[in-house]
């Protein structure tokens, strides 16, 4: 833990406002950074009990365009289908065939 | 996207439908706080909303929708055996995902015939129809609450423009 996220929030050009204890909001790029030490699921729940546009969703939006490239390995992962209650890796359907992955609820 | 799943099932992509956390919990849809509430909203929504294709229960905490992002209907396809993630998409939009589709087999027979492909980068700028209709009627259906949040938020986009335009 250091004081890194001063120094990047002092850089030209940069210029970011303390939001919360844990975020803070890049103005100019509508960007928010996790500060050090900070959690997403400390901050934001994963099950939320109501929706809210604010930090969360911006966080979302910049999480989608950092955390993956095309080109890369899809991360493995583990799901329960729903038909018969097996445990399933992509790993495994993706020996098989490609994989369309599509990500959803009710709205 | 049914459409396709049927049409592309026999050209070698499976379809897998990833249920997530509600976007939007309301009073008969609310959020998820056990596995096994999440099962059954899962059922409710196959049946509710007639999901043919294979839908797959993510995990309580959301183990793989955090994985790729956390945003509610993202869009991936990824290649068989080494898994490289050939397509991604913040939104699903069947029309994208059919150009990408009818793409890849074109170069993967170009592979087959033995021509000589390498991998390029590509990014694409899509405009997806907004199913307004369709998302309202889901929001009223999950419950007030749901629809409360949602006009907060449209009060709170006029003094913070959403990203998503």
């Keep these: 833990m250091g004081l890194g996220w001063v120094a990047q929030s002092l850089q030209p050009g940069l210029v970011s406002i303390p939001t919360s204890r844990h975020y803070y909001l890049n103005i100019h790029r509508r960007k928010v950074t996790k500060r050090p030490g900070a959690t997403m699921t400390q901050d934001f729940p994963y099950n939320y009990e109501g929706y809210d546009p604010g930090e969360r969703e911006e966080m979302d ?47 | 996207m049914e459409k396709l799943a049927a ?54 905490d959301g183990a793989a929708h955090r994985a790729y992002g956390t945003l509610p209907d993202m ?53 997806r129809p907004r199913l307004w209709n369709r998302f309202v009627e889901h929001l009223h259906s999950n419950g007030p609450r749901a629809v409360a949040d949602w006009e907060a938020a449209m009060e709170y986009w006029k003094t913070h423009p959403p990203r998503h335009g």
């Design chain 1, 61 to 107: 939006f910049t999480r989608f365009q950092e955390i993956l490239r095309v080109g890369q390995k899809a991360p493995d992962f583990e799901v329960t289908r729903l038909d018969d209650g097996e445990k399933v890796r992509l790993s495994d359907l993706s020996a098989q065939s490609n994989v369309v992955l599509e990500f959803g609820s009710f709205t």
């Design chain 2, 7 to 60: 049409e592309y099932k026999h050209k070698g992509f499976d379809f897998v439908f990833i249920y997530t956390r509600e976007a939007h919990p309301g009073e008969a849809r609310p959020h998820h706080t056990s596995f096994e509430q999440k099962l059954d909203q899962a059922r409710s929504f196959q049946k509710e909303c007639g999901i043919q294709r294979p839908i797959f229960v993510d995990t309580l």
């Design chain 2, 75 to 127: 869009l991936y396809l990824v290649g068989k055996r080494n898994r490289l993630i050939w397509f991604r998409a913040d939104w699903t939009d069947a029309d994208t995902l059919q150009v990408v589709l009818d793409y890849q087999l074109k170069r993967l027979g170009l592979r087959q015939g033995n021509r000589k492909v390498g991998p390029n980068y590509c990014e694409l700028l899509g405009f």
